[in-house]
Every structure is written in structure tokens, then in C-alpha cells.
């Protein structure tokens, strides 16, 4: 059972509960901001695919941000701890906690800028590429390590922890470059008052 106010917000079966009850408003979320947009002149399909990758992007980052932030039993009592060893906390793990454990910590590493990494590139042409997405990420991923480290929270900043977040993003960039590889000249994912008048 959660009890209290930190139940909920500082611990990760708090933070799974309410990621999944605000998914409902996560959603209508996407559909007043496609509205919005539909009704400012945007084509039906470029308005759901814009807000629907906003809202996404918060929505699919925010809560694994929120967990790996989480203060450990020992926070500001500690110093923190970094690892600047490529693999080394990798191998550790795996020796220590065993394959499941490590396979959870690694899976979880790659899934925290996913969503990033999956709808960044729909929603800013400018990201539509592999290489800055993971360069988005990993200074992402470098900025939480910073704040881990500094805010001593009992964690160890890891570059390990950047190398799997700036992963996980690139994969999913990869998995949707379909669809923000589309040609440029599809009118149906532009905005109405973008599109030359008919002479």
C-alpha cells in the first residue's frame, strides 16, 4: 500500500501509479491542442501528428526522469559518486546483481530518452536525424548525471547511464524514420497557410 505523500511522488511504484492515471489527461491534452490547431487552419493530419508528438515527448520522458532522480536511502549524507570507466558499471552489475537485475537497469537505461528519441524528429525537422538525436541525448543524459552528482542523491553518475540513454534515443529515432523521413512535398502534413494559393 502507498502511504502518504512520498509514496507517491518519491518512490517508483508512486511514480508508475501516476504516470498511468494521468494518461487520460495526457490525451485529451493531444486532442485540445490538435483542435486548436485544426481550427487555426491546420490540416487534420498535420495538427494530431504535431500535438500528439508534444505531448508524447513530455509524457514518455518526464516520468523516467522522475524515477531516475529519486533519492537514494542515503542522500545528502553521501558525496556523490562518478564513473567515467566506459563499461565498467556495466560489467559490475551484471557480476553483482545477476542478469535479471542488470537486464532490468540496462532496459530502463534505454527507455529513458525513447520517447525522445521517437518523437523529437516528428515534431522538429531540425532533429530529424540520427546523429542529433543522440547528441540531444546524451547532453540530456549528461544534465541528470550532473544533477544526480550535485544535488547528492546517492546515486552513482555513470557515463555508462549517458552511453544507454543516448542508445535507447538513437534506436528510436531509428524505428520512426519512416515516417520523419517522409518526402518534404507531402501537403498533408503541412499547415494550411503553408501551401502556395491557387492560381
Known amino acids: 500500500?502507498?502511504?502518504?505523500?512520498?509514496?507517491?511522488?518519491?518512490?517508483?511504484?508512486?511514480?508508475?501509479?501516476?504516470?498511468?492515471?494521468?494518461?487520460?489527461?495526457?490525451?485529451?491534452?493531444?486532442?485540445?491542442?490538435?483542435?486548436?490547431?485544426?481550427?487555426?487552419?491546420?490540416?487534420?493530419?498535420?495538427?494530431?501528428?504535431?500535438?500528439?508528438?508534444?505531448?508524447?515527448?513530455?509524457?514518455?520522458?518526464?516520468?523516467?526522469?522522475?524515477?531516475?532522480?529519486?533519492?537514494?536511502?542515503?542522500?545528502?549524507?553521501?558525496?556523490g559518486r562518478v564513473s567515467l570507466v566506459p563499461l565498467r558499471d556495466l560489467f559490475t552489475i551484471f557480476a553483482d546483481g545477476g542478469p535479471v537485475t542488470a537486464t532490468g537497469q540496462v532496459v530502463g537505461n534505454l527507455l529513458v530518452f525513447a520517447a525522445l528519441g521517437f518523437l523529437a524528429p516528428l515534431r522538429f525537422a531540425a532533429l530529424a536525424s540520427v546523429p542529433r538525436i543522440l547528441a540531444l541525448a546524451a547532453g540530456c543524459s549528461v544534465l541528470v548525471e550532473t544533477a544526480q552528482y550535485v544535488l547528492r542523491l546517492d546515486r552513482v553518475s555513470s557515463v555508462d547511464d549517458v552511453l544507454l540513454n543516448a542508445a535507447g534515443a538513437g534506436l528510436a529515432a531509428l524505428a520512426s524514420r519512416r515516417w520523419w523521413r517522409a518526402p518534404a512535398g507531402a501537403s498533408s502534413d503541412r499547415p494550411r497557410s503553408a501551401t502556395a494559393p491557387v492560381r
Request: no cysteine.
Open 1 to 79: 500500500m502507498i502511504k502518504g505523500w512520498h509514496g507517491w511522488v518519491g518512490t517508483f511504484t508512486g511514480v508508475v501509479l501516476i504516470t498511468v492515471a494521468v494518461l487520460p489527461l495526457a490525451g485529451l491534452a493531444v486532442w485540445a491542442l490538435a483542435r486548436r490547431r485544426s481550427v487555426a487552419g491546420a490540416t487534420p493530419g498535420w495538427a494530431w501528428r504535431r500535438s500528439l508528438a508534444e505531448v508524447g515527448i513530455v509524457y514518455g520522458t518526464v516520468p523516467w526522469v522522475w524515477m531516475i532522480m529519486l533519492p537514494g536511502s542515503q542522500a545528502g549524507a553521501v558525496p
